[in-house]
């Protein structure tokens, strides 16, 4: 896996190489659970790039509550129509993982548009 230039929109983001800009958010979050996978009681550090990420997502969530299904990561321009909820389990596991209720507004926005998309 790479990670996307820090000049980059979706900037410290998985890639699957260097020279892919577009990709499909369920290849990001997949990624993430992945490197979540790789922590351990004693080593936490691998968190914070998926927390980064997560923070990401949620800033460019948009208005119907949902997510652009494939993205550019330099840029940031959605690719195509398609949305979807796919960062929702991601910002459950972080939640729990962090006793937290950091991403419950996310999540909410997030489930309610999978609703009314009928998802």
């Given amino acids: 896996m790479h990670w996307t230039s820090p000049d980059w929109v979706y900037c410290c983001f998985p890639a699957p190489s260097a020279e892919v800009e577009e990709v499909s958010l369920a290849y990001v979050v997949e990624s993430m ?16 790039r998926v927390l980064h990420v997560a923070h990401m997502l949620v800033s460019h969530q948009g208005a119907d509550g949902l997510w652009a299904a494939t993205f550019n990561l330099r840029t940031g321009a959605d690719v195509g129509t398609e949305r979807n909820g796919a960062p929702l389990p991601l910002f459950h596991r972080l939640n729990e ?9 996310a999540i909410r926005r997030g489930e309610a548009g999978v609703l009314a998309q009928g998802m």
């Avoid at 659970?33 to 914070?48: K, M, R, S």
């Avoid at 993982?97 to 507004?105: G, I, Q």
């Fill in 97 to 105: 993982t962090l006793d937290s209720t950091e991403f419950d507004f």
């Fill in 33 to 48: 659970q992945a490197v979540a996978d790789t922590c351990t009681e004693w080593d936490g550090n691998p968190l914070g």
